[in-house]
């Protein structure tokens, strides 16, 4: 790896030498003329995150490579007559965003849904889903996601566990079923038309993993954490079985359309998409023969069993190659939920919910076997986990498995999704073992002011988002944003990196904010190790894909307070111009 790396560099300083040789002498003996660039950006401030490179005034591409950076003096060599040359003005490029950890299809179907995301209480949900049944057929279900109690300006004094009943949704909706997702994607909010869809009355019982939550006096109030989720699933799959199979392909390739345009939009050039069925990564597949994929994916296999996975694992193994917009080399699995909705698995019960630790959403002895299956194949494994005893069960099994085939975990770069809350103790093991700490940047900043509320705030101050200490004893940590949870805003993520400065104006424990630089290459190339592609992805250096982001000002030498201002003003994919923006406003 850092032999070829050296190559390429060898070999961009001597295109850059011998342009600059055939400007200067025009006998016959000088050099021969480079090749003209297709495509330079020049008068720029250009952050490689190459440290041997630094940063840069101008950048050269030819298809879909970098061919040279430098000053603007050392790229002019590379401009021909054909050469699209794009002048930054003192602007910021750096390479194109990785979004580290992201739900690619759900992004897009966001988009097609009722986005509860900017509500401010339950009556606002209530009144969007009173105008979507408007519009709906008898019978329609009514789907919507982004809604969390935690940020509203206040809820209903009947509601359970601080969500509301959903007495009201049933007015507005008695017949149209109605689905809304948390924020958090690890629950759901129905009224009784869709709990009667599921099958779920009174006396439904609990699934294993999963809450149906009731009233004092036995009632289900709509809200289905964690696996009670997927009671409703068989009938939302029947529903949207109406659909003939083109309608469906329709719906899909629109959701992808959909991911993408948001993506281009926030700068973001590759996507790791933490979770698609075999099904659909043959979807993914088609489209990227197509070059019908907007940005490059790097897709974890999720939602087969053990016996499907350790069958089919070999088909699916896609290593980058060429100009790769298509990865699968990893599996996602789900040890616990999330914080908000009570369902990550902690060490002590929650402070606000005592008879709970959290939810144990896949069985530990599964996902071990799953890890097995992974080191045969040699697949990265990427668990999710965010509660403190979550992340230490995780880290057991990385263990135990890897000292069973007595092979040495370093090399594999086995992840954990999340991994918030993590007791001191188990923090130096993500370096000693060589696991990344796969976080968002966002989750700290957006998540702060309640956490106290789940955790006490003793115990937050402990285990939440240790990124100095992950960072102090060797971890790898990657970025972004988890998208939909969070919008697929790298910049806000990259602030709130930085700062942990939380919507009410306070600082989450500031001892654990990043430097500007080391957030920069948590989004750039740590993310790109954490797939294994930092030979083509994360640093502008020469010979790597020509992924990169122009930005309106330096995100890392502007005043903190003026980050969350700055816009993408371009994003290119393979040296391709993918996203322009209009001028004005962000977004
Ligand atoms: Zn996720």
């Known amino acids: 790896m850092k032999k070829s790396l050296c190559s390429v560099v060898v070999i961009a300083i001597t295109l850059a030498l011998g342009s600059a040789c055939s400007r200067s002498s025009d006998d016959d003996t000088a050099p021969a003329?480079?090749?003209?660039?297709?495509?330079?950006?020049?008068?720029?401030?250009?952050?490689?995150v190459d440290a041997t490179l630094g940063t840069v005034e101008a950048i050269a591409v030819n298809d879909y490579t970098i061919t040279a950076v430098g000053s603007n003096e050392e790229i002019s060599g590379f401009i021909g007559p054909e050469t699209n040359v794009v002048e930054l003005n003192g602007r910021f490029a750096m390479p194109g965003f990785i979004e580290g950890h992201g739900h690619w299809m759900s992004l897009g179907e966001a988009k097609q849904i009722l986005d509860l995301n900017n509500v401010s209480n339950w009556d606002e949900v209530v009144r969007m889903v009173a105008v979507a049944v408007d519009k709906a057929k008898p019978g329609d279900w009514i789907f919507g996601r982004g809604w969390h109690q935690d940020k509203w300006d206040s809820v209903p004094d009947d509601a359970v566990d601080g969500v509301p009943r959903n007495d009201t949704l049933n007015a507005v909706s008695p017949d149209n079923p109605v689905q809304l997702g948390h924020a958090s994607g690890h629950a759901v909010f129905a009224n009784d038309a869709a709990l009667a869809a599921g099958g779920i009355d009174d006396d439904t019982e609990d699934p294993p993993g999963g809450t149906i939550v009731r009233t004092p006096e036995g009632k289900a109030t709509g809200l289905l954490r964690e696996n009670a989720e997927d009671l409703l699933l068989d009938s939302i799959a029947e529903y949207e079985g109406r659909l003939t199979p083109d309608e469906t392909e329709q719906l899909h390739r629109e959701r992808v359309y959909l991911a993408g345009e948001e993506a281009l939009a926030h700068g973001v050039t590759t996507f790791h998409d933490a979770g698609a069925s075999f099904a659909e990564i043959d979807f993914f597949r088609m489209l990227e023969q197509e070059g019908a994929l907007p940005i490059r994916l790097y897709v974890m296999v999720r939602y087969q069993t053990n016996e499907e996975?350790?069958?089919?694992?070999?088909?699916?193994?896609?290593?980058?190659?060429?100009?790769?917009?298509?990865?699968?080399?990893?599996?996602?699995?789900?040890?616990?939920?999330?914080?908000?909705?009570?369902?990550?698995?902690?060490?002590?019960?929650?402070?606000?919910?005592?008879d709970t630790a959290g939810l144990v959403l896949e069985p530990v002895d599964d996902i071990e076997r799953t890890a097995e299956i992974a080191l045969k194949h040699g697949y990265q494994v990427n668990t999710h986990a965010i509660g403190d005893r979550a992340n230490r069960e995780t880290l057991d099994i990385y263990e135990r498995v890897w000292d069973a085939a007595a092979v040495d975990g370093k090399d594999l770069?086995?992840?954990?999704?999340?991994?918030?809350?993590?007791?001191?103790?188990?923090?130096?093991?993500?370096?000693?073992?060589?696991?990344?700490?796969?976080?968002?940047?966002?989750?700290c900043t957006s998540d702060g002011p309640w956490i106290p509320s789940r955790l006490g705030q003793e115990r937050t101050g402990v285990t939440s988002y240790p990124w100095?200490?992950?960072?102090?004893?060797?971890?790898?940590?990657?970025?972004?944003?988890d998208v939909p949870v969070e919008p697929i805003d790298a910049i806000a993520s990259y602030y709130a990196s930085v700062s942990r400065m939380t919507s009410d104006g306070t600082r989450f424990y500031p001892e654990h904010v990043m430097t500007r630089e080391e957030a920069l290459?948590?989004?750039?190339?740590?993310?790109?190790?954490?797939?294994?592609?930092?030979?083509?992805?994360?640093?502008?250096?020469?010979?790597?894909?020509?992924?990169?982001?122009?930005?309106?000002?330096?995100?890392?030498?502007?005043?903190?307070?003026?980050?969350?201002?700055?816009?993408v003003d371009m994003t290119i994919v393979g040296g391709e111009i993918r996203y322009e923006r209009a001028g004005g406003s962000k977004n």
């Open 33 to 48: 003329a480079v090749t003209p660039a297709d495509l330079v950006l020049r008068g720029g401030s250009i952050a490689t």
């Open 309 to 354: 996975m350790d069958a089919l694992l070999p088909d699916y193994r896609m290593v980058s190659e060429g100009n790769d917009y298509l990865t699968v080399r990893s599996i996602k699995r789900q040890i616990d939920g999330a914080l908000g909705a009570h369902g990550a698995w902690l060490l002590e019960p929650y402070v606000d919910l005592p």
């Open 413 to 443: 770069r086995w992840r954990i999704e999340h991994s918030q809350h993590i007791d001191p103790a188990d923090v130096p093991r993500f370096g000693e073992l060589g696991v990344i700490a796969a976080m968002q940047g966002i989750h």
């Open 468 to 481: 100095r200490d992950l960072i102090n004893t060797g971890a790898i940590v990657t970025n972004g944003t």
């Open 521 to 567: 290459q948590s989004y750039t190339l740590n993310n790109a190790i954490a797939a294994f592609e930092e030979d083509v992805k994360g640093t502008l250096t020469p010979g790597k894909y020509a992924d990169i982001v122009v930005l309106s000002q330096n995100i890392l030498t502007v005043e903190e307070a003026g980050i969350p201002d700055t816009t």
